[in-house]
């Protein structure tokens, strides 16, 4: 797909649902009693992966596209799926359903795509043994197909090594069929969607600091939920409206949760004019319209504890650092490295690719910010993100940038490149 340089961008755009927690409603819906009704879902290929395992183990679920009924039957109601259970490109479908299906009463086999099948899976095979689990990689190189076989499971309190909310999920999941509590400690704190919408669902869960922990449940219970619009997608329209000269984009009602707001926090530090207009605080999570204004932007460094709240975003950060006076360092971003694609060096590639001045960190990337983008060949790798970053990219970049295999982006953001396109003028 080919893309050109681009005038101011202007007008107001609806980004779809969040991920996070369109993934989760679904499958704490489907171990919930009664019907959960979620608006704004997101009707992306990963999400849609999770609706059919879920269908797979006998939940019926409604998707009329602009609203989806899961009609659960409790927490113990699952059935064994007659075959394989396809999580498709989705990590966070493959890592939470692990944690529902080590305490169910059947086995089944857990397997997803090319690139689910490289994605690091012994982050939760490890504390979901250590509760009990059955649970194998299939070609015992700690990634899917997986095999699980349901346990009775313990409690137990677990320090990871990683901040990963996929990785705390999954053993919140398992805790609520433990014995005894279960407590998950990180290194720093992750996106707390779950926690969040467990508490939501009737579970015994609370949170400290950087540990969370959960009670055994005797049921959940359906509830409402309406999914706000995902801040790693307005991500991309953050990006472009700060770096197009003469942009103003009003991008409407946008996920604010402070675990996930990372984006935010590092545009005001390098000098971006956003405005927060109409904040809602409702089901524990905020949301806002954004204004954004086209602002001469600052290099900064990104590190610590500002990564886990931001790690989805850092492709298009990586592109904004670009157009930003001075050299943008990002380091303490190793995980960036078992995404999708490896994107690190996918991000290297391609800024190279563009004219971008460069360099590749074990743990992140340093661009060398000022330097005039021209258009050239950007290899997408299959990776929805990469994707939409290097189109942000191509809207300051002279000439014709060309994206391989840019319909990825139906993973999270089906309309993208046509609500890009309306912007422009």
């Given at each position: 797909m080919k893309f050109s340089k681009s005038g101011p961008l202007k007008g107001t755009v609806t980004i779809p649902g969040d991920k996070s927690i369109s993934h989760r409603s679904v499958m704490f819906g489907s171990i919930a009693r009664g019907t959960t009704e979620i608006t704004g879902f997101l009707q992306?290929?990963?999400?849609?992966?999770?609706?059919?395992?879920?269908e797979k183990m006998g939940i019926q679920i409604e998707n009329t596209g602009s609203s989806v009924l899961v009609h659960g039957n409790g927490l113990h109601g699952l059935k064994a799926p007659e075959q394989i259970l396809d999580c498709g490109n989705s990590g966070t479908t493959t890592r939470l359903i692990?944690?529902?299906l080590a305490a169910q009463n059947f086995s089944c086999t857990l397997t997803g795509d090319d690139s689910i099948q490289k994605r690091p899976m012994k982050r939760i095979m490890e504390p979901l043994s250590m509760m009990g689990a059955q649970i194998s990689s299939l070609r015992s190189n700690g990634c899917a197909p997986l095999?699980?076989?349901g346990?009775?499971?313990?409690?137990?309190?677990?320090?990871s090594k990683v901040a990963s909310a996929q990785v705390k999920s999954s053993i919140l999941l398992a805790g609520l069929y433990a014995d005894g509590e279960t407590s998950v400690t990180e290194p720093a704190l992750s996106r707390n969607h779950s926690e969040i919408m467990l508490k939501y669902f009737g579970a015994d869960i609370r949170s400290e600091g950087c540990t969370a922990s959960i009670r055994p449940a005797e049921e959940l219970y359906g509830q409402k939920i309406t999914v706000p619009g995902d801040i790693s997608s307005a991500a991309y329209f953050i990006a472009a409206a700060?770096?197009?000269p003469g942009s103003e984009v009003l991008i409407k009602d946008v996920g604010i949760n402070p675990t996930r707001d990372g984006?935010?926090?590092?545009?005001r530090e390098m000098g971006a004019d956003i405005e927060l207009l109409n904040p809602v605080?409702?089901?524990?999570?905020?949301?806002?319209?954004?204004?954004?204004?086209?602002?001469?932007?600052?290099?900064m460094e990104i590190k610590g504890d500002l990564i886990p709240a931001l790690i989805d975003e850092i492709p298009v950060i990586a592109v904004m650092a670009c157009a930003a006076e001075g050299n943008t360092v990002i380091k303490d971003a190793a995980e960036l490295r078992v995404k999708e694609s490896d994107r690190i060096l996918t991000v290297a590639n391609n800024l190279r690719a563009l004219g971008a001045d460069v360099d590749e960190l074990d743990d992140g990337l340093v661009i060398y910010g000022g330097k005039p983008l021209t258009g050239g060949i950007i290899e997408s790798y299959m990776d929805h993100r990469i994707a939409m970053s290097f189109a942000v990219g191509s809207l300051i970049a002279n000439g014709e940038t060309d994206i391989r295999n840019a319909e990825c982006v139906n993973i999270s953001y089906p309309g993208f490149y046509e609500d890009l396109e309306k912007l422009k003028h």
């Amino acid at each position: 797909m080919k893309f050109s340089k681009s005038g101011p961008l202007k007008g107001t755009v609806t980004i779809p649902g969040d991920k996070s927690i369109s993934h989760r409603s679904v499958m704490f819906g489907s171990i919930a009693r009664g019907t959960t009704e979620i608006t704004g879902f997101l009707q992306g290929a990963d999400c849609l992966s999770t609706i059919s395992c879920f269908e797979k183990m006998g939940i019926q679920i409604e998707n009329t596209g602009s609203s989806v009924l899961v009609h659960g039957n409790g927490l113990h109601g699952l059935k064994a799926p007659e075959q394989i259970l396809d999580c498709g490109n989705s990590g966070t479908t493959t890592r939470l359903i692990s944690g529902i299906l080590a305490a169910q009463n059947f086995s089944c086999t857990l397997t997803g795509d090319d690139s689910i099948q490289k994605r690091p899976m012994k982050r939760i095979m490890e504390p979901l043994s250590m509760m009990g689990a059955q649970i194998s990689s299939l070609r015992s190189n700690g990634c899917a197909p997986l095999q699980i076989t349901g346990s009775p499971l313990h409690g137990i309190h677990y320090t990871s090594k990683v901040a990963s909310a996929q990785v705390k999920s999954s053993i919140l999941l398992a805790g609520l069929y433990a014995d005894g509590e279960t407590s998950v400690t990180e290194p720093a704190l992750s996106r707390n969607h779950s926690e969040i919408m467990l508490k939501y669902f009737g579970a015994d869960i609370r949170s400290e600091g950087c540990t969370a922990s959960i009670r055994p449940a005797e049921e959940l219970y359906g509830q409402k939920i309406t999914v706000p619009g995902d801040i790693s997608s307005a991500a991309y329209f953050i990006a472009a409206a700060l770096i197009v000269p003469g942009s103003e984009v009003l991008i409407k009602d946008v996920g604010i949760n402070p675990t996930r707001d990372g984006m935010l926090r590092v545009c005001r530090e390098m000098g971006a004019d956003i405005e927060l207009l109409n904040p809602v605080y409702d089901d524990g999570e905020p949301r806002a319209d954004l204004l954004i204004r086209h602002s001469h932007l600052k290099a900064m460094e990104i590190k610590g504890d500002l990564i886990p709240a931001l790690i989805d975003e850092i492709p298009v950060i990586a592109v904004m650092a670009c157009a930003a006076e001075g050299n943008t360092v990002i380091k303490d971003a190793a995980e960036l490295r078992v995404k999708e694609s490896d994107r690190i060096l996918t991000v290297a590639n391609n800024l190279r690719a563009l004219g971008a001045d460069v360099d590749e960190l074990d743990d992140g990337l340093v661009i060398y910010g000022g330097k005039p983008l021209t258009g050239g060949i950007i290899e997408s790798y299959m990776d929805h993100r990469i994707a939409m970053s290097f189109a942000v990219g191509s809207l300051i970049a002279n000439g014709e940038t060309d994206i391989r295999n840019a319909e990825c982006v139906n993973i999270s953001y089906p309309g993208f490149y046509e609500d890009l396109e309306k912007l422009k003028h």
